[in-house]
């Protein structure tokens, strides 16, 4: 066991064995580290333990005792299953409205509790669907007198015998026998940011030795989420900077027609985030841009002025919307934008009529469509482009990440536009969206 190391398999692992090892690998938990990482949901603090006598009413509390009664009881259609605790001082009924069946098969007379709960009072001192362990004993530490876990459990885990008491036994044999855990942060990040070691956070997020000790150790966890997120993000656009697309810096006919035709005059910030997407547009490199802006804000304009770009430097521009009515309302808007210009838009959606879907399909090969406008239709292997050039993904929060790669996959690294009208805070646009260049429309169009 002194060999322990964050790659060494479950397997080997005493109290686990082969089902349970099974039932965690279709968890995608199937190492040391991957199981340390499986963090609690929520800890209970069970460092004071409350006698029955002294239980008061409305305060959580964390009472020992044994069974001394069980009975099922009919409250109208509905059953209800009630435990009778007695700790040498008095009674304390654990009553359980759902799940009876299983609870009947895991509790019976004789066995000894914690339990953990707020205390109500109905003829007598109860609490209602309360946390509880069955103990040995020696009522083992790792289950009372201290601020204990309690995991995500599913109904496999459940069956399988891997509740929250044997996961306490594992994971603490776990941080007894394994090797020191390497820190991939330096002594002096630690110290900049006031971090504890990472070896003592996993230990301290199972079994916290006080509430500070807890608070500590989420810190540094979060941390490390929030820092190799941004790495990512730092490398994915590196990646996108490198990634080779087609040059699409010509404002040709239609361009100048939907400027011309406009009833309204754009916005400082409009005019702003165009210039910015036309010199990404322009660039031998893929944009990868955010369009951030308040519903009314001018989103949609920008967006077909985009397309206008593209089509008219030789490319086609694909539009995707998390829904049909939102489709069907781009698909509008750019038919009134570009009324008197010469491009060519389709509607491409679920409702789509077979007939008029074939024919859509094979104009858009043969690149007589321009701008198709659609939802998830868009991402089906029949839908396929001449020249893809643009692609811009409206709400992209509510698309998958393969969805979106599907659709940029059509054509050869086109340019691409995300739009949003979720306000989000500047530290989070950073966080989530470091990949991204950001663009915000923050002042509405005076028609408006």
């Known amino acids: 066991m002194s060999l322990l190391t964050l790659s060494s398999s479950l397997k080997y692992i005493k109290g686990i064995g082969s089902v349970r090892t099974q039932v965690l690998s279709e968890m995608n938990i199937q190492t040391i580290g991957d199981l340390l990482y499986y963090f609690p949901r929520r800890h209970l603090d069970r460092t004071t333990v409350n006698t029955i006598r002294h239980v008061e009413r ?30 040498g001082t008095g009674q304390l009924s654990l009553v359980w409205f759902h799940a009876i069946p299983i609870i009947k098969k895991m509790i019976q007379e004789g066995d000894r509790l914690a339990v953990t709960g707020k205390i109500g009072f109905y003829k007598g001192f109860q609490i209602i669907h309360p946390e509880w362990d069955k103990l040995n004993k020696d009522e083992d530490p790792l289950n009372t007198q201290a601020i204990i876990p309690l995991y995500p459990l599913t109904q496999e885990m459940k069956e399988s015998g891997l509740e ?48 500070e000790g807890l608070k500590q150790s989420v810190n540094r966890l979060k941390f490390d989420e929030h820092f190799f997120l941004q790495l990512l993000m730092v490398l994915r656009k590196a990646s996108f900077e490198e990634t080779a697309s087609q040059p699409l810096g010509i404002k040709g006919d239609n361009v100048m027609s939907i400027y011309k035709n406009l009833n309204f005059t754009l916005t400082l910030t409009q005019k702003k985030v ?32 985009a397309s206008a ?3 008219d430097s030789g490319a086609q521009c694909a539009i995707m919307a998390p829904t049909e009515i939102l489709a069907v309302q781009h698909f509008d808007s750019f038919k009134r934008f570009a009324e008197k210009s010469s491009l060519s838009s389709e509607l491409l959606i679920g409702k789509t009529p077979k007939k008029e879907r074939t024919i859509i399909l094979k104009k858009l090969r043969k690149n007589k469509i321009n701008i198709i406008i659609g939802t998830h239709a868009l991402i089906q292997k029949d839908v396929q482009f001449k020249s893809l050039g643009l692609v811009i993904v409206d709400e992209q929060h509510r698309f998958g990440v393969v969805q979106r790669g599907d659709l940029i996959a059509k054509g050869f690294n086109p340019h691409f536009l995300a739009m949003t009208a979720t306000p989000i805070p500047r530290t989070l646009t950073i966080t989530y969206h470091g990949d991204m260049e950001c663009s915000i429309l923050d002042e509405m169009p005076k028609h408006r």
């Open 309 to 311: 770009v593209a089509v």
């Open 164 to 211: 929250h008491r044997r996961l306490r036994k594992v994971i603490s044999g776990i941080l007894d026998s394994i090797s020191e855990i390497e820190d991939y942060f330096p002594d002096w990040m630690l110290k900049k940011y006031s971090l504890f070691p990472l070896s003592q956070s996993l230990k301290e997020i199972h079994f916290p030795s006080h509430e």
């Open 274 to 305: 165009i210039k910015e997407i036309c010199e990404d547009l322009n660039k031998s490199r893929a944009m990868n841009r955010l369009l951030q802006g308040d519903v009314g804000s001018g989103k949609t304009v920008v967006a077909v002025l």
């Open 58 to 87: 409305d305060r959580y509390c964390t009472v020992v005792g044994n069974v001394q009664k069980i009975m099922v009881r009919k409250m109208g259609r509905k059953s209800i299953f009630e435990a009778v605790l007695y700790d």
